[in-house]
C-alpha cells in the first residue's frame, strides 16, 4: 500500500431468529492509493468506491422446501471500528438470488448506520443474494491506517 492510501475492512455477521437462518460468506477490501487520486498528486480521492457484485453471497434456509413457505424479514446495521467520521456506507441487494417463495426488495443504495433497518423480506429459502456496498466521502485527509466496520444481517421469521 502507498503513503497515500488507507485500507478499508468490512467484516460480516449474523442473527437469527426463529427456525430460518440467514450465513452470510465473503468479505470486502476497499483500498485507496495514488491511483484514486482526482488529479494526480495534490489533489483529493475520488471519494465513492463500490464493491463487487458477488465480493459477499447471502444464504437464507429453513423456510421450508414446499409451500407453506416461511415468511422473513433481514435487517442490516453497521457497528464501526476504526472509522472515518464522515464516510458514509451505503448497501444494496443487487439480485433476488434463487430459490423457491418469493423476495421483496428495492434496487435503490440504503445508508447503513448503527440502527437496523429492513433491507428485504420474503419467503421460502433463497440462495445466492448479492449485497453490493458503496463507501463515499474518504478523503486524503483521512490519513494512513487500516479502517474497519462489522455490518450484521438479522433475519426474523414474521
Keep these: 500500500m502507498l ?5 478499508s475492512n468490512l467484516f460480516f455477521t449474523s442473527h437469527t431468529f426463529g427456525q430460518v437462518r440467514i450465513t452470510v460468506t465473503g468479505d470486502c477490501f ?3 492509493d495514488v491511483t484514486d487520486l482526482a ?4 489533489s483529493d480521492f ?5 464493491t463487487d457484485r458477488g465480493d459477499v453471497i447471502l444464504e437464507i434456509k429453513g423456510a421450508k422446501i414446499n409451500p407453506p413457505f416461511r415468511n422473513w424479514s433481514v435487517d442490516v446495521h453497521k457497528t464501526d471500528g476504526v472509522w472515518g467520521a464522515t464516510w458514509t456506507l451505503d448497501v444494496k ?3 433476488d438470488g434463487r430459490g423457491n417463495g418469493t423476495i421483496n426488495r428495492d434496487t435503490s443504495w440504503h445508508l447503513l448506520s448503527d440502527v437496523p433497518f429492513n433491507l428485504f423480506s420474503g ?6 443474494l448479492k449485497p453490493r456496498y458503496r463507501l463515499r466521502e474518504v478523503s486524503v485527509q ?4 487500516v479502517f474497519t466496520t462489522t455490518v450484521t444481517y438479522t433475519i426474523t421469521e414474521i
Excluded: E, H, M
Aim: hydrophobic residues 25%; positive net charge; charged residues 15%.
Design 142 to 145: 483521512d490519513g494512513i491506517g
Design 46 to 50: 475520488n471519494r465513492t468506491k463500490r
Design 39 to 42: 488529479s494526480g498528486a495534490g
Design 30 to 32: 476497499l483500498t485507496y
Design 3 to 7: 503513503g497515500v492510501g488507507f485500507l
Design 93 to 95: 441487494l443487487t439480485n
Design 123 to 128: 419467503s421460502g429459502n433463497r440462495t445466492n
